[in-house]
Every structure is written in structure tokens, then in C-alpha cells.
């Protein structure tokens, strides 16, 4: 009786374990919200194909429900509406200390099944990919991917950042103050588009953080919510011209409305419309392929095959870098539509539009490419 006990114990600890190392992560426990996004969408789904049911202003206060996998499910205040907000559109007064986030910092990092260099390898991210840290043991991070319950990096290869939704600042000189008062004490100053990230709003205000867990107070036109949202790496093989008409398709949306953290059919932000084009039109393609499409734009570079800019084909993937300072960190992303020119839904521009690859502003920001 005893023995079989132990084993029972055993199989549950098995278990918990693995629903821990989950890629989805659960939490049904109610916390209170705000939305820092100036359009909290609420839909009916947990995706961003769900029907609309409400547009919240920004500072609206929330009650969080449950949270599944990146959407909390939420009731508005004062109001009987309940539905699906994408986190990143609500800061949450007590976050989950357990969890952490990070950005991989080596060219190519090795992700093993246990921590240590004997451990072998499950899976390989890109510099830049975004990761979520869920246990640490020595110098290694556990972090949460969807190839293995046990994925640990070296945490050498790994820079922490806050676990808030991530933002950037829209203009040059921006204060970031001790208080919400011009008149308050600066702490330091920003660069445009310098990354930030969003931990409270409040009477037009901001509450950020920066990279180097700095906080402190900027105005609200000074910033904005980026998209930030994490998903594994996929792979995938070569593939067929099934692309022959990706131009057609999208052009029909020349013109549409630029959109932060929207997905179509009338709005976009840039990893939003590759996004919706490829899952609207190619979905069979990418299900025949068992290819899972993630939402941002730097975890979008991580899926399919690199390819040579001179080797681009109808319906590539193309990336960019577009922060003030040019780095090597994926913030921008467009589909190849032939003839050196993408298409893409620029927040420059407020519209979806086509641009150059081989001259101008994104000619010298051009990272990379990946065919699906």
C-alpha cells in the first residue's frame, strides 16, 4: 500500500510538472486591471479573429477573470460586459513574480533539456527572441516553449527585462519624471522610439519602466504600447508557388488604417497584417505545413526557412530593425510582393503601404528574411 503511495505521488508531481512547463499558462485566480492601450478591444474569443463586443478607453479599469495562454478574460467595471482583452492591452496591479521575461542575446542559443551543457538540445533561438522565464537553477533559466516541458538556456545568453507590456517613446527629449507633474524632478531622458515598458496609466500619465528597471512617470502622448507577445519557434520546409498571388490579395488593403495591436479586417499593425493575410488565405498551406504563425513580428522571424535577400519570392517574410538606433533586434515586418518592393502596415504612415527593399529608409533597417 505504501509503495503504491509513492508511485501515485510520483505520477502527480510527474504531472504538475509538465502542465507548469506548458506553453499555455492558466491563472483563475481575480485581479484588478487598467487598459493602457487608447482602443481596449474586448472580444468574444480569445483570439484576434474574435468578434469586437466593446472598445474601452484607455484607463478603464478592469477586473481579470482568468487568464489563458496571452488573453485574460475580463468584466469591465461598472458595466456587465465580460469577454477577451489581449494582455498587453491591461497592466495588472500584482503580476505573477514567479515569472520573469528575457531576451536572448547570442546569435544562435542553444535551448537544452536540462541545465547544464550536457543536456541535449531540444530547440535553437535567434538573437532578440523574446523568452519567459518560469523557473532558474544555478546559472540556467527553465523558459517555455512549446517543443519540450524541459527547455533551459544559459543565463549569460540571456538579458532580463521587465514583465510588463512593452512600449516606445514617440518623440525626441521626452522627461521621464519622478511624478505625474511636469513640474517633478527628471530622472533621465528619452530618445524617440527608445523601448519602454507599460506598468500603470493614470490621469494621462504613464507609469514605465525601462530595460535597466528604472521607473518613473511620462505623459501620455510620449509613448505608446508596441505589440510584445511570445510565442515558440515552428519550423518549416521549403514550399511550393502557392504565393503566385499574394500581391493581388494584399494590395486590396492599400490604405487601411494602421491599428496597434489589431489583426484586421480594416485595421492593422505590421505583424497583425502578415498575420491576417497568411492565416486568412494561406491557412491550409500553413496547417498542410504544421505551421503555428506567432503574432509579433520578431517571434514571426523565428518560424520557416532564412533565405538571402536576393533569393526573396513571392510571399517571403521580411524583417527590419526601425529603433532610432540601428540594431539587430526585430521590430518590423512586411511580405515580399516582388519586384524589390513589400508590403506592410506602417505606423509612420498610419496605412497599409508599399515600400522599397532595395533603396531608402528600409534598405539600410533590412534584417532578414524567412520563406514559409
Known amino acids: 500500500m505504501e509503495l503504491k503511495l509513492r508511485k501515485n505521488i510520483k505520477v502527480l508531481a510527474l504531472i504538475m510538472g509538465m502542465i507548469l512547463s506548458s506553453t499555455v499558462f492558466t491563472f483563475a485566480s ?62 495588472l496591479d500584482k503580476m505573477n513574480d514567479k515569472v520573469q521575461k528575457g531576451i536572448t542575446t547570442a546569435s544562435v542559443l542553444n535551448v537544452r ?8 538540445i531540444v530547440a535553437k533561438l535567434s538573437e532578440g527572441t523574446e523568452v519567459t ?36 517613446i514617440t518623440k525626441n527629449d521626452v522627461s521621464l519624471r519622478e511624478n505625474k507633474s511636469t513640474s517633478s524632478k527628471t530622472i533621465t531622458t528619452f530618445k524617440k522610439d527608445e523601448k519602454i515598458f507599460i506598468k500603470n496609466y493614470q490621469e494621462g500619465w504613464y507609469l514605465i519602466v525601462t530595460d535597466k528597471f528604472v521607473e518613473g512617470w511620462v505623459m501620455e502622448d510620449e509613448a505608446e504600447l508596441s505589440i510584445n507577445v511570445t510565442r515558440p519557434v515552428s519550423r518549416s520546409g521549403e514550399r511550393a508557388d502557392i504565393f503566385n498571388n499574394v500581391a493581388e490579395i494584399t494590395k486590396k488593403y492599400l490604405g487601411k488604417k494602421y491599428g496597434w495591436g489589431q489583426a484586421g479586417p480594416d485595421r492593422f499593425d ?6 491576417y493575410i497568411l492565416n486568412n488565405y494561406y491557412g491550409e498551406y500553413l496547417k498542410a505545413k504544421s505551421i503555428t504563425l506567432p503574432r509579433s513580428s520578431r517571434d ?31 521590430t518590423h515586418v512586411g511580405i515580399y510582393i516582388g519586384d524589390g518592393e513589400f508590403i506592410h502596415a506602417s505606423s509612420a504612415r498610419q496605412a497599409v503601404m508599399i515600400s522599397s527593399l532595395d533603396e531608402g529608409y528600409y534598405n539600410t533597417r533590412y534584417i532578414k528574411a524567412i520563406r514559409l
Not at 479599469?61 to 456587465?80: F, I, Q
Not at 533539456?113 to 541535449?120: A, K, R
Not at 505590421?270 to 498575420?275: D, E, M, R, T
Open 133 to 168: 522565464i518560469i523557473d532558474s537553477r544555478n546559472e540556467w533559466y527553465q523558459i517555455n516553449i512549446q517543443q519540450a516541458a524541459n527547455a533551459w538556456v544559459h543565463g549569460d545568453f540571456v538579458r532580463l527585462i521587465p514583465n510588463h507590456p512593452q512600449g516606445v
Open 113 to 120: 533539456s536540462q541545465p547544464s551543457t550536457s543536456g541535449s
Open 30 to 91: 481575480e485581479r484588478n486591471g487598467i487598459v493602457i492601450a487608447s482602443e481596449g478591444i474586448v472580444r468574444k474569443a480569445s483570439n484576434f479573429s474574435g468578434e469586437v463586443i466593446k472598445t474601452a478607453s484607455i484607463g478603464t479599469k478592469v477586473s481579470v477573470l482568468e487568464t489563458v495562454g496571452e488573453w485574460h478574460r475580463v468584466k469591465l467595471e461598472d458595466e456587465k460586459v465580460e469577454g477577451w482583452m489581449f494582455k498587453d492591452i491591461v497592466a
Open 270 to 275: 505590421c505583424s497583425g497584417f502578415a498575420y
Open 300 to 330: 514571426q522571424a523565428t518560424v520557416g526557412t532564412n533565405v538571402n535577400k536576393s533569393d526573396l519570392k513571392l510571399g517571403d517574410l521580411v524583417f527590419f530593425n526601425t529603433d532610432a538606433k540601428i540594431g539587430k533586434t526585430i
